[in-house]
Every structure is written in structure tokens, then in C-alpha cells.
């Protein structure tokens, strides 16, 4: 229990501190106009209250990631914790506002135009491509993923067939109005449905004594579990999550002030981390331990637990309410993935989104593919998705690295996490049966190298840049420093 607790407390400590420290060292201008305002379309860039926009962010970065993958984390037991603290502190916080300040100062710019403003062009098309595949599949598996909750809280009463078609429904509306009329609208309703469920089960763990793992020094590294990489791709949401970096530039467009940042995109990484750690804390107490916790798994999947758990804490009625909180969760991270998807390709064909017929060209193949795709198991869905989110994560944590570089500022606050995330993520695609399928050993040796190569690229890159693209050096400074 202590361990929860202190864990809960210093992601909390840490918003104050570390996240203040982040904010000083990129330097907000309060008197910049932001895009909200310079490009105002009265669809995707109008400003929005910072309330507003935090509750929209929380829903948009939180979908089933802060709730499934800490449960499958629980498994590892509580060094779980540890990831999840340190994790969001020092890597998913920083990846999300460097990423949303960043797009700010770049008229509100999404990852690929980003990639390829600062790593070069060659890379705004392989991350456009790339991201637009994160999407896809974020969008599928946040289909999937709510429609089985809704079935099971129904005892089947509806049939899945139109309860997908019901959610996709609801994605069309939602990625072609303009953002104030759906999203702007209901997210902050739904945003409060949610911290109150989470609240609910933490709170309900914490006062009738749960038995929460403490950590230790035996249960650091779990039996037939090799921490290294698989606990850092299982909990992605929560810790840290290269999603987030597709949907940080949707409030990049509505944020009214660069000062707002911190409480919007620090900030709300924090409170997801908080989420992360409610839910694995219920997989490791509310089961009977690690067997348990298997068990139900294997017969229903993370949505079995969430089921049960909300009902043993909250009972039938409250229960009921928690589940529809954590349903809402993917729900509204699914239609803002496939806003997000529609924005890039638009932005990357440079094709006016101001008519709704033209959202609607670009969305419709988006959602046919889509659909296609839920025919796929769940698991596989899921364990492409984990390495395509966090490789996302390390090309934004590069790309933060690379801004902050340039700018003559501390680049080492995105430049480690980036780092042990490409060591992981290289890791697990070398060893993983959907990747190349080598040993353990031989994959910690071929990404260690890989590793070691591309940050050299990166140095090699950002001395280059520095000193030869003498207009991106003072573009990027005039806009970095504080007034």
C-alpha cells in the first residue's frame, strides 16, 4: 500500500517541480500569439478555455493504454510502479509537452511536418506514414476494445456487429465536425466521469485495506518475466506514449496562451500516470496475486478485470459507472485518432479541411481500412500497436532533442528517455516472434549497435544543422527564448 501511495504522491511532486523546470528551460512567451488564434478556422485552430482543453487532452492521450496495459504490467508486480512513476515524470510528460509546445510554435504543426522540419525531409515522409499506421491501428483497436466492454455490460443484449457500427458511427460525426461541436462539447462531461471512476476504485483500494505488493528487493526482478524490454512496451500509456504525440497538436490548435501548457499537456500526462497507477495496483491486490490475475486473462482479457474490479470496489451500481468511465476511455481516444490521421494527411497533400467534403475524402478510406482491420486478433492488434506507439515516442523524443539542441538548451532531458526507448524498442522488434525472432541476447547486442549508430546520427545531424542551417538556428532561438 505505502509504495502506491508514495508512488501516487511523487507523480504529483513531480508535476510541481520537474514539470516547472521543463517549462523554464523551453521558456514560454505569453505575448506570442498562438495558432488558436493566427490560423483560426472556426474547425480545427480555435481557441478554447484551458479547463476545456485540459479535460479534451486527458481523454484524447488516455485511452484503454492507461487502464489495459498497467494491468497486463501488473504481472511484473510492483516494479510496475517504478516504470510507471519515473516513466511519466522524466519521459511521458516531457514527450508530451516539448511535443505540444513545439507545435505551437509551428503553427500547430503535426509529428511528420515536425520530423521533417527537424530531422529532415526524408523523415516527414517515413513519419507520416508511420504515424498515419499508429493511427489506424489505435483507432481499430479502441473500436474493438470498448465495443467488447459494452457487450459484456449488457450481457450480450446487443449484438457486437452493431455495437461496432454504432462506435464507428460516432467516429464519422466526431472526425468531421468542427472540434467545438462534439468534442468541445461533451469530452469535459466524459473527462469528469472518468477521474471520478479512477477515483473511485483507488480510493475504495486505499480504505478498505487492499493488499497492495509492496516493493522489495526479491520482487524487483519477477521470475520467468525479463523486465527489459517487455514491461517498457506493455505499460506504454501511463509512463510514456508516442499516441500522445498524434494528439497533443489537436490542443496545440485551441490552446489560448503558451503558459497554459504545462497544465495541459504536463499536467495531464501526470494525471494518466495516476490512472496507470490505480489499475495496477488493481491487478496486483484485487485477484489473489499474479495466478489470478492469469487467470482471468486468459478468459476475458484486460476488460474481464476492469469488470470485476469496478465491481468489487464500487459494487453493482457504481461498478456499473466505473465501467462506462473506463469505456468512454477509448472511445474518445478512437475518434480524435482518426481526427488526427485526417489533420496529417491534409496537412501533408496541403488540402484545405475548411469543407466538410473534403474531410469526408479523406476520412472515408481511413474508416474502410479500419473496419477491415477488426477482423484481426485482438492480441496480434495490440502487440503491433505497443511497438509502433513507443518507436513514435522515441522519433518525438528525438525531435525535442533535436528543437532543444538547436536552441542551445538542455537536450539530455529528451535525449536519454529517447535513448533507453530506442534500446527498447529496437530490442523487442529483433526478439519478438512479430519481428525478426532472434535470441534475448543476441537482440540486446544488435540494438545496443543499432542503437549506438543512430544517436551518433543524430549528434552528426545536429552539428550539421547548427552550424550550416544558420535561419532554422535563429527561427528556433528567437522562439525559445524567454522574454
Known amino acids: 500500500m505505502y509504495t502506491f501511495i508514495f508512488g501516487v504522491v511523487l507523480l504529483i511532486v513531480g508535476y510541481f517541480t520537474y514539470g516547472k523546470f521543463i517549462e523554464k528551460l523551453f521558456g514560454v512567451k505569453e505575448e506570442r500569439k498562438t495558432p488558436a488564434y493566427t490560423s483560426q478556422d472556426g474547425v480545427d485552430y480555435l481557441p478554447m478555455n484551458t479547463p476545456k482543453n485540459s479535460l479534451i487532452q486527458l481523454l484524447n492521450i488516455a485511452g484503454v493504454g492507461p487502464i489495459f496495459g498497467p494491468i497486463m504490467g501488473a504481472l511484473y508486480g510492483p516494479v510496475a510502479f517504478i516504470w510507471i512513476v519515473v516513466g511519466c515524470i522524466f519521459a511521458g510528460a516531457v514527450h508530451d509537452y516539448l511535443t505540444g509546445m513545439i507545435s505551437i510554435r509551428n503553427r500547430g504543426a503535426h509529428l511528420p511536418e515536425l520530423a521533417g522540419k527537424f530531422l529532415g525531409k526524408f523523415m516527414k515522409h517515413v513519419v507520416n506514414a508511420f504515424t498515419v499506421l499508429l493511427l489506424l491501428l489505435v483507432g481499430t483497436v479502441f473500436v474493438t476494445a470498448p465495443a467488447e466492454l459494452l457487450h459484456d455490460l449488457m450481457n450480450?443484449?446487443?449484438?457486437?456487429?452493431?455495437?461496432?457500427?454504432?462506435?464507428?458511427?460516432?467516429?464519422?460525426?466526431?472526425?468531421?465536425?468542427?472540434?467545438?461541436?462534439?468534442?468541445?462539447?461533451?469530452?469535459?462531461?466524459?473527462?469528469?466521469?472518468?477521474?471520478?471512476?479512477?477515483?473511485?476504485?483507488?480510493?475504495?483500494?486505499?480504505?478498505?485495506?487492499?493488499?497492495?505488493?509492496?516493493?522489495?528487493?526479491?520482487?524487483?526482478?519477477?521470475?520467468?518475466?525479463?523486465?527489459?524490454?517487455?514491461?517498457?512496451?506493455?505499460?506504454?500509456?501511463?509512463?510514456?506514449?508516442?499516441?500522445h504525440a498524434t494528439q497533443t497538436p489537436i490542443i496545440s490548435r485551441t490552446t489560448q496562451n503558451e503558459k497554459h501548457g504545462r497544465k495541459i499537456f504536463y499536467g495531464m500526462m501526470i494525471a494518466e500516470g495516476i490512472i496507470a497507477m490505480i489499475w495496477a495496483a488493481a491487478g496486483m491486490s484485487l485477484f489473489n496475486g499474479p495466478t489470478g490475475l492469469n487467470e482471468i486473462l486468459a478468459n476475458g482479457g484486460p476488460a474481464a478485470v476492469v469488470s470485476e474490479a469496478s465491481t468489487i470496489m464500487l459494487g453493482a451500481i457504481?461498478?456499473?459507472?466505473?465501467?462506462?468511465?473506463?469505456?468512454?476511455?477509448?472511445?474518445?481516444?478512437?475518434?480524435?485518432?482518426?481526427?488526427?490521421?485526417?489533420?496529417?494527411?491534409?496537412?501533408?497533400?496541403?488540402?484545405?479541411?475548411?469543407?466538410?467534403?473534403?474531410?469526408?475524402?479523406?476520412?472515408?478510406?481511413?474508416?474502410?481500412?479500419?473496419?477491415?482491420?477488426?477482423?484481426?486478433?485482438?492480441?496480434?492488434?495490440?502487440?503491433?500497436?505497443?511497438?509502433?506507439?513507443?518507436?513514435?515516442?522515441?522519433?518525438?523524443?528525438?525531435?525535442?532533442?533535436?528543437?532543444?539542441?538547436?536552441?542551445?538548451?538542455?537536450?539530455?532531458?529528451?535525449?536519454?528517455?529517447?535513448?533507453?526507448?530506442?534500446?527498447?524498442?529496437t530490442t523487442y522488434i529483433l526478439n519478438a516472434s512479430i519481428g525478426f525472432g532472434l535470441s534475448l541476447r543476441t537482440s540486446y547486442i544488435g540494438a545496443a549497435i543499432i542503437s549506438v549508430i543512430l544517436i551518433a546520427i543524430f549528434f552528426y545531424a545536429a552539428k550539421n544543422t547548427r552550424t550550416k542551417d544558420i535561419a532554422l538556428e535563429e527561427d528556433v532561438s528567437k522562439w525559445s527564448k524567454t522574454a
Open 156 to 243: 450480450g443484449w446487443a449484438a457486437m456487429g452493431y455495437i461496432v457500427g454504432a462506435i464507428f458511427l460516432y467516429y464519422i460525426l466526431a472526425t468531421l465536425l468542427p472540434i467545438d461541436k462534439i468534442i468541445g462539447r461533451f469530452y469535459p462531461i466524459f473527462g469528469a466521469l472518468l477521474v471520478i471512476s479512477a477515483i473511485g476504485v483507488g480510493a475504495g483500494m486505499v480504505f478498505t485495506g487492499a493488499p497492495i505488493p509492496e516493493l522489495t528487493l526479491e520482487n524487483m526482478h519477477p521470475d520467468n518475466a525479463p523486465i527489459f524490454p517487455l514491461l517498457f512496451l506493455t505499460i506504454s500509456c501511463g509512463a510514456l506514449s508516442g499516441f
Open 318 to 425: 457504481g461498478g456499473t459507472l466505473a465501467i462506462l468511465g473506463v469505456i468512454i476511455l477509448p472511445i474518445t481516444s478512437g475518434d480524435t485518432a482518426f481526427r488526427s490521421a485526417r489533420m496529417i494527411i491534409a496537412d501533408y497533400f496541403n488540402y484545405s479541411q475548411t469543407k466538410i467534403l473534403n474531410r469526408l475524402w479523406i476520412a472515408l478510406p481511413l474508416f474502410v481500412i479500419s473496419i477491415a482491420l477488426t477482423q484481426i486478433d485482438f492480441t496480434l492488434l495490440w502487440r503491433y500497436f505497443s511497438w509502433a506507439n513507443q518507436s513514435t515516442a522515441v522519433i518525438a523524443l528525438f525531435i525535442g532533442s533535436m528543437y532543444l539542441y538547436i536552441a542551445r538548451k538542455n537536450y539530455w532531458v529528451s535525449l536519454i528517455p529517447g535513448a533507453f526507448m530506442l534500446m527498447a524498442t
